[in-house]
Nanobody, 115 residues
Framework: QVQLVESEGGLVRPGGSLRLSCAGS????????MGWYRQAPGKQRELVAE???????KYADSVKGRFTISRDSAKNTVDLRMNSLKPEDMAVYYC?????????WGQGTQVTVSS
């Protein structure tokens, strides 16, 4: 069993930055692929970024060059650093942990990008 707790999101102006953190608990946390997903109103949940236990990283095209995902396996945390935020980045962001058998989700945190 893995439990994921995200930090609070917030309101940020276009062009601004925000960092989301996710703290995980449970066995073998370091062996999971960790990711951040988001869901905007009326849209499907989509992958933002993921980082495998090997360290390999994948980003959605829409956030490449602006967002950075990182993990600290010793602390069981995964962060998403978001720069140059755009109104279209506004969504509920979810932390995710997955392996071949299980998928876990955090409770979600709202990110609002507005002037």
């Amino acid at each position: 069993q893995v439990q994921l707790v995200e930090s609070e999101g917030g309101l940020v102006r276009p062009g601004g930055s925000l960092r989301l953190s996710c703290a995980g608990s449970g066995r073998a946390f370091s062996m999971y692929t960790m990711g951040w997903y988001r869901q905007a109103p009326g849209k499907q949940r989509e992958l933002v970024a993921e980082i495998r236990s090997s360290g390999s990283i994948k980003y959605a095209d829409s956030v490449k060059g602006r967002f950075t995902i990182s993990r600290d396996s010793a602390k069981n945390t995964v962060d998403l650093r978001m720069n140059s935020l755009k109104p279209e980045d506004m969504a509920v962001y979810y932390c995710n942990a997955a392996n071949s058998w299980f998928t876990y989700w955090g409770q979600g945190t709202q990110v609002t990008v507005s002037s």
